[in-house]
């Protein structure tokens, strides 16, 4: 994997997705030369301190990987783009703090303050355009294998606080989002990074606390 970014500065992967045909892979990329730096610790301001601080924001990038050509598909100067993932159309869905709303809970750097929403652009890296309008927050986006999306969806309607983290569905476009088991979760509190079981209708994901990572005990959901 440096052979493979050894172009980019110093920095992170947030999400990665491998084409159909295994010849190029899209990932997310911050940049974040000093985030080991004492600083960190002391700042509750997050990309808000870009450029002087400790991390610009996530972009996508796109790699041959025949070739080793890298090419950039998104750019803005603060948003964060993470957790790509292709349609069988050549279209990449993914998460971004584009909308620029702000997390009911408030909090660390950690949570960098903004959520996320689904967006969606071409594989040129033209006709961007935003898929959700979550005032929580839409991520860990994969394509099902009768084409649907399928995420995790963070929202509070007529749920109690530890039961808001389920997985959704919607159509490549965006319409028809719906959850695709039952709405109301009891355990885990979150289920995230689900894909789907090849040759089955099962899903498998991590199951996670409310404000944690994908991280977790692993779930088999029917």
Known sequence: MQRLTAS???GHMQGMDLWYEADKLVFAWANQPDYFKEVMWESDQGFDDWPNGLS????LYEIDLESGDLRQLTNHPYNSDVEPAYLPSGDIVFSSTRSNFGSQCSGSFFQDKKITNLYKVSPDGRNLRSMSNNKDFDRYTTVMHDGQLLFTRW???E???WHTHNL???RP???YTEAIFKQ????PMSLRDA???PGSKKLVAIGGGHHEWAQGAVFIID
């Open 8 to 10: 980019l500065p110093a």
């Open 56 to 59: 610009g924001p996530s972009l």
């Open 155 to 157: 929202e509070y309607q």
């Open 159 to 161: 749920r109690h606080l």
């Open 168 to 170: 959704w569905t919607a």
């Open 173 to 175: 476009d965006g319409s």
């Open 184 to 187: 109301h979760n009891h355990g």
């Open 195 to 197: 894909r789907q079981i």
